[in-house]
């Protein structure tokens, strides 16, 4: 027999993208920002980031019926010295602010060969690479960082503190897309660990522990009381420091320690910060730069790894580009049902 969560929609990304940014119009988001998040959230479902495409909706409206995140917000953006911008997200979402500020960052690298972008009290609720796949395309070379909720602990820890505090870096690459790498500094991020305890999946030990401080295999007891661990040990609990520090302390931002959402039932999106920084490889008369990066990419794929960051997001974008992007039937009308 099958059922509705067996059956599959196809549908184009642009029409994703049209129907999501309805939901976030319906639910008090203005039409400018809603488009953007909207694109934002189905780039994510188009190109196989499923914990941060169309799962995140329900997150999304949650927060916004909470009155926890501004729709409507209008980012400040301040330009204070030759390579360095700051911007108020102003309790808005990421990408808007972000989109309202890339122009400038973009002038600022072409000009002076670098640019930093550090922005506050925004929302990001979604994938960083994004964010930095326009910017490789253009020919500059990319990170991005940002800090959240705090759900994961230091080694030996039993109380989150951290956020899983992901970071990207996007490159150009001579005759072929990008290379951008997107990962969590936590050994499993958020997204992934509720998909898992929502299928009833285990994780493998060492991902996180639970409210005792033990190390667990059930996604459930680690979102109930526990918390995430660093990959790598020690070593990632350093890079989500610096996470923090970047993303947070230089943005002027909250850390994920300090995020509190109580007063506001249902909100789902951490509001903190997020570092951006933008540089023109070309400056001082590199133009091989990218040519040189090919190269690498043929050294280590011909040392026997098939497949590099970013690979299989090309492929499943191609893939949905040709035959539409599937959705489990139950998905999409729960979507359309949120239009309504």
């Keep these: 027999m099958t059922n509705s969560s067996d059956r599959q929609t196809r549908i184009s990304y642009d029409d994703l993208t049209s129907l999501l940014a309805r939901i976030f119009v319906r639910f008090g988001v203005s039409e400018a920002n809603a488009a953007i998040v909207a694109a934002n959230c189905a780039g994510c479902e188009r190109d196989g980031s499923l914990s941060h495409g169309v799962f995140r909706m329900p997150g999304y409206v949650s927060s ?26 102003r309790n808005g979402f990421a990408q808007p602010a972000l989109s309202l500020a890339m122009p400038l960052a973009v002038e600022k690298a072409s000009k002076f060969g670098a640019a930093v972008l550090a922005i506050k009290d925004s929302h990001h609720f979604s ?12 020919g500059f070379v990319a990170l991005s960082m940002v800090s959240g909720l705090a759900c994961v602990a230091p080694p030996g820890g039993r109380k989150a503190v951290m956020g899983t505090n992901p970071i990207a870096f996007a490159t150009p690459v001579d005759g ?44 459930s007891r680690i979102l109930d009381g526990g918390a995430l661990l660093p990959f790598g040990g020690h070593k990632g609990s350093a890079l989500s420091l610096m996470v923090e520090v970047l993303a947070s302390a230089l943005t002027g931002g909250q850390f994920s320690s300090e995020v509190d959402f109580s007063a506001h039932s249902g909100a789902e999106t951490p509001k903190t910060g997020q570092l951006v920084i933008v540089i023109d490889p ?22 026997g790894q098939t497949r590099l960051p970013s690979d299989r997001r090309y492929r499943t974008r191609e893939a949905a580009e040709r035959d539409g992007i599937p959705l489990n039937d139950e998905t999409y009308q729960n979507l359309l049902s949120m239009t309504r």
């Design 64 to 89: 916004l019926r909470s009155g926890w995140v501004d729709g409507k917000a209008v980012a400040a953006v301040l330009d204070v010295s030759t390579a360095f911008i700051r911007v108020d997200a």
């Design 127 to 138: 994938a960083l690479w994004p964010d930095l796949e326009p910017l490789a395309r253009n």
């Design 176 to 219: 072929a897309n990008p290379m951008i790498f997107d990962f969590a500094t936590s050994s499993m991020s958020n997204g992934d660990l509720r998909i898992a305890a929502r299928e009833g999946r285990g994780v493998p030990l060492g991902t996180g522990v639970d409210a005792e401080g033990e190390f667990t295999e059930d996604p």
């Design 282 to 303: 070309r400056r001082g008369g590199n133009e091989v730069f990218a040519s040189r990066v090919a190269q690498l990419m043929d050294v280590v794929r011909a040392s």
